[in-house]
C-alpha cells in the first residue's frame, strides 16, 4: 500500500516510507569498539541492547550520529570519515532497519530507543557528547535532549520536526493523526512484496537528487523489518514534542531541505520549520536548498559547512 502524502508535507513524509522485508533474530551482545589503548579497552564492558548497536571511530570529543527510518549508519560513512581526524564519532544503528536483528513485533519503538540511547551515552561517551540525527533520528535526539538534558551538548536535527503529524495539516493532533498512522504501520505489513519493492523505488526518487544514495536507500528498505518498520512510524507520526520545546536549554541547530525540482519549495519549508521550532529559545534553523531529504548525500560540501559550525 503505497503512502500518499499531503502536497505540502510530501517530501519530508516520503522519508517515514523507508522499509523492507527481511529480519533477523535480535538481542545479541554489541562490543563496542572504542578508539583507546589496549588496557581502557579491557575495562570497558560490551554494550549490550536490541534496540542498538553502535560502531566508534576516531578519537577526541564524542558526537553520536543517529540515522532515520529505516536507514543503515551507512548514511553518515563519508561525515564519519571526515570527522574522525578531530573527534570520537557513534554511528548508531537502530534494531530493525537495514538488517539490523529486531525481536519486538508490534511494540513499541520510539520510547525505548531513547531511553537505551540515554544509556549508551552514559556509559560509553562522556556523558555529555553533540548529536546529529536525521529525520526521525533527530526526533530522538530531540526527545533525548528534553528527558535527559545533561546527556546532550547540542543538538543538530537534519530535515526533521518536532510533530510530523503536523505535516497532515495545521490543526493536527496526535489523537486525529493515530487512526491514519495505525492504518499505514498495517498496510506495510500487508504489502506484497513485488508492491512494496515498487513503491520503495517511488518514494527514493523523492528523497534524493542523487541516484547512488537512492539506490542504497532502496536496499536499506529491503534489508529493513516492516514490523518494526510499521511501529517506528506509527510511533514517529504520533509523537509531538513541541509542548517540551519551550523549557529546553540544550542548544539546538535544525537544518532542512529545499528543492524546486521534486523537493519542497523553499516558501513552504522556511513556513513549516519556522511554525514547528518557533517556541524553542535560540533554535538556529538553515535551509539547505537544492537538496532533498537525504541532505547528506544531495549537498554533501554544504552539509559538512554546517556540521563544522554547529561542532564549534
Avoid: C
Avoid at 556523558?127 to 533525548?144: D, E, F, N
Avoid at 528498505?221 to 512510524?233: I, K, Q, V, W
Avoid at 534553523?285 to 547528506?296: A, E, P, V
Amino acid at each position: 500500500m503505497p503512502f500518499i502524502a499531503p502536497p505540502a508535507g510530501r517530501a519530508t513524509l516520503r522519508a517515514l516510507m523507508i522499509a523492507s522485508a527481511v529480519a533477523l533474530a535480535a538481542g545479541a551482545a554489541v562490543s563496542v569498539a572504542r578508539a583507546e589503548t589496549p588496557a581502557q579497552a579491557q575495562v570497558q564492558a560490551p554494550f549490550v541492547s536490541d534496540r542498538l548497536s553502535v560502531e566508534v571511530v576516531g578519537s577526541g570529543p564524542d558526537i553520536v550520529l543517529i540515522p532515520g527510518l529505516g536507514s543503515s549508519r551507512e548514511v553518515w560513512r563519508a561525515e564519519a570519515e571526515r570527522l574522525k581526524t578531530t573527534h570520537r564519532v557513534h554511528l548508531v544503528q537502530l534494531a530493525g532497519f537495514a538488517g539490523e536483528p529486531w525481536s519486538h513485533g508490534d511494540g513499541a519503538f520510539l520510547q525505548p530507543v531513547v531511553d537505551e540511547l540515554a544509556r549508551y551515552v552514559a556509559e560509553h561517551t562522556d556523558g555529555r557528547p553533540a548529536v546529529i540525527g536525521h529525520s526521525m533520528g533527530a526526533l530522538t535526539g530531540l526527545l533525548l535532549a528534553q528527558q535527559h538534558p545533561e546527556r546532550v551538548d547540542r543538538l543538530m536535527s537534519v530535515d526533521s520536526l518536532p510533530f510530523f503529524g503536523s505535516l497532515f495539516g495545521p490543526t493536527a493532533t496526535v489523537e486525529t493523526v493515530r487512526p491514519m498512522a495505525e492504518r499505514m504501520a498495517a498496510g506495510l505489513t500487508a504489502t506484497s512484496d513485488e508492491d512494496f519493492l515498487a513503491s520503495q523505488r517511488q518514494t527514493a526518487n523523492g528523497m534524493s537528487r542523487n541516484p547512488t544514495e537512492r539506490e542504497r536507500i532502496v536496499q536499506w528498505s529491503l534489508a529493513t523489518d516492516r514490523h518494526a518498520l510499521g511501529t517506528a512510524m506509527r510511533d514517529v507520526m504520533t509523537t509531538d514534542a513541541r509542548p517540551g520545546l519551550a523549557a529546553m536549554t540544550t542548544p539546538v541547530t535544525a537544518l532542512y531541505a529545499s528543492d524546486a525540482d521534486g523537493g519542497a519549495p523553499a516558501a513552504i519549508a522556511d513556513v513549516l520549520w519556522a511554525a514547528q521550532y518557533a517556541d524553542l529559545p535560540g533554535v538556529k534553523l538553515i535551509r539547505i536548498d537544492d537538496s532533498r531529504h537525504f541532505i547528506m548525500a544531495d549537498q554533501p560540501d554544504a552539509f559538512a559547512r554546517a556540521v563544522d559550525d554547529f561542532l564549534k
